[in-house]
């Protein structure tokens, strides 16, 4: 459509000269007859390129802008006009070198032939019919210095927009190659970056439990702390299964990693989203609880420790029961993480001491411990 545009440009231009140029009485050989035909003419040639654009009947061309066959019509307009006008028809020769200006970066080094010898018999014709119609009036030694002008200026236009074609195409695969190399790289880009994110979430977690691993639940459980303020609190608990050796000892280390297992895949269950469970080392388990408070945190923390002592082990040995201790605490805001590890371990261990089974918490405040559950439940073992 664009090229199209242009070619209908440069013919209203050169009719609009040719009404001046009429009009100031400049061209005395020109009619107003033949100026009304040749603006009917490039009117209909135009308008029937429009046609075949706005039908989107050029698409079934193997070119669909169709240049070849605009350039084709225009020589053929352009040596009508030629011939109406024997006074300017050197100047008029231009014409054919716009038109071949027109083809540049679009076709082909034989089209380019076709275009060049076309508007050469063209302007032949234009001198024979000269010949044959005026014959006095023809200075053939100039008309044929003018042809072999043009022919030499058509050759040179050929050669050169092949080569500017050429070098066109040439910049078109190298940007197709660098865009699928571009493409290529950020393919291996996401790949990579998936990778990483795969490597890195196996490097944080516990291989066994698929828990976080300490290192992981540490780096995390900072990350969380450091974005609350004192009006917030975090509860954190220390937990440990009961006599979790003898499991081992009676049953074997497979039956001791499947109660490690079933042990996370139920305190999985009693968790929000939101709160950060990981494997402390062993048989010992840790959790933060964000943005929780005493009675939560111990509420949480009890409902884990339920949920486990009733889930009974049959794979195992049948109706085989098992219990775990927790520490729980709440996180001062201020203190390290360690501080607090540090009272919810002591009251782990207060726990384990009282007779096991049981969730002790210490509050931050004051020091002081709290037995929140019977002391008297033990593991069946
Ligand atoms: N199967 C299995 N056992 C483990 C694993 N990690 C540690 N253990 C065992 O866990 C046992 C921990 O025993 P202890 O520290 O004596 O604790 P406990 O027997 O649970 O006694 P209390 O904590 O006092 O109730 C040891 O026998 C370890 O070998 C593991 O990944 N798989």
Not at 258 to 268: G, S
């Amino acid at each position: 459509m664009k090229r199209l545009g242009i070619s209908a440009l440069s013919h209203g231009m050169l009719l609009l000269i040719l009404a001046l140029a009429l009009s100031l009485d400049l061209l005395t050989d020109f009619s107003l007859l033949s100026f009304v035909l040749l603006t009917f003419s490039a009117m209909a040639t135009q308008g029937a390129f429009w046609l075949l654009f706005h039908c989107r009947i050029n698409l079934r061309f193997k070119d669909p802008s169709l240049t070849l066959m605009q350039m084709a019509v225009a020589i053929i307009w352009f040596s009508i006009l030629i011939s109406q006008l024997p006074e300017i028809r050197g100047s008029l020769t231009l014409l054919y070198i716009m038109v071949m200006l027109f083809g540049i970066f679009q076709i082909s080094m034989f089209e380019f032939a076709f275009v060049g010898l076309l508007s050469l018999v063209c302007f032949g014709g234009v001198i024979a019919s000269d010949l044959y119609f005026h014959p006095e009036e023809i200075n053939l030694k100039l008309s044929l210095v003018q042809w072999l002008i043009l022919a030499s200026a058509q050759t040179w236009i050929a050669l050169f927009g092949s080569y500017v074609r050429r070098l066109s195409e040439r910049l078109k695969r190298q940007r197709s190659v660098l865009r699928h190399s571009n493409h290529k790289m950020q393919r291996a880009n996401e790949e990579l970056e998936q990778a990483m994110e795969q490597l890195d979430e196996i490097a944080g977690t516990d291989e066994l439990t698929g828990v976080l691993n300490r290192r992981r639940f540490f780096e995390e459980s900072r990350l969380r702390l450091a974005g609350t303020d004192e009006y917030q609190s975090s509860a954190l608990c220390m937990i440990d299964l009961d006599h979790f050796k003898r499991v081992n000892d009676r049953f074997g280390h497979q039956a001791g990693d499947l109660v490690l297992e079933r042990f996370c895949q139920i305190t999985r269950e009693c968790l929000r989203g939101s709160d950060l469970f990981g494997r402390y080392g062993g048989e010992e388990f840790i959790l933060l609880l964000p943005q929780t408070n005493q009675e939560s945190g111990v509420q949480i923390a009890e409902r884990i420790r339920l949920a486990f002592e009733q889930y009974t082990f049959d794979s195992i040995e049948p109706g085989l029961r098992l219990s775990a201790s927790i520490g729980a605490t709440l996180h001062r805001w201020g203190e390290t993480l360690e501080e607090t590890l540090k009272r919810a371990d002591k009251a782990l261990y207060q726990a384990k001491s009282f007779g096991r089974n049981q969730t002790i918490y210490i509050s931050g405040a004051q020091s002081s411990s709290r037995t929140l559950d019977n002391a008297g439940k033990t593991a069946k073992d």
